[in-house]
């Protein structure tokens, strides 16, 4: 039976994505929260959200929900769940429309992460 360090990989997927999950509903309660009680009041962050907003708009336009999933489907520092997250909530996206686009991401980046750590361990198991 092939697993990853010991676990199956079927149970290593959906504990990842359960995880997603969780850290997608976190990370926007938080940052709903932290906006709403503290944020609002610096003018800085306040032009900063904006900002972001009036250059973000576009590309939402242009790429849709296609491009959340493309930014969340790769496994790199910075994109991801977190990323997607929080960039979903500054350009002012509802929950429900962002979680949409970042669980098909959240599938294919912990599907290549899960089916790369399982070459991994195969591997150390044919050197060793």
Same mark, same amino acid.
Request: no cysteine.
């Given at each position: 039976?092939? !697993?990853?360090?010991?676990?199956? &990989?079927?149970?290593?997927?959906? %504990? ?41 708009? &576009?590309?939402? /336009? ?7 999933? /493309? ?12 990323? /997607? !997250? ?27 992460? %899960?089916?790369? /750590? ?11």
């Amino acid at each position: 039976m092939y !697993t990853v360090f010991g676990a199956n &990989p079927a149970v290593v997927f959906g %504990v990842t994505m359960g995880a997603s999950v969780i850290i997608f509903f976190t990370v926007r309660l938080l940052l709903s929260l932290l906006y709403n009680t503290t944020l609002v009041r610096w003018n800085k962050f306040q032009k900063y959200v904006e900002k972001v907003r009036t250059r973000g708009l &576009p590309l939402v /336009a242009k790429y849709g929900l296609i491009g959340l999933v /493309a930014f969340v489907a790769i496994p790199l520092p910075g994109t991801g769940v977190y990323g /997607a !997250t929080i960039l979903s909530w500054l350009l002012n996206m509802k929950w429900n429309v962002s979680l949409l686009a970042i669980l098909p991401g959240a599938v294919i980046s912990n599907g290549i992460v %899960v089916l790369s /750590a399982l070459g991994i361990t195969q591997g150390i198991n044919l050197g060793g």
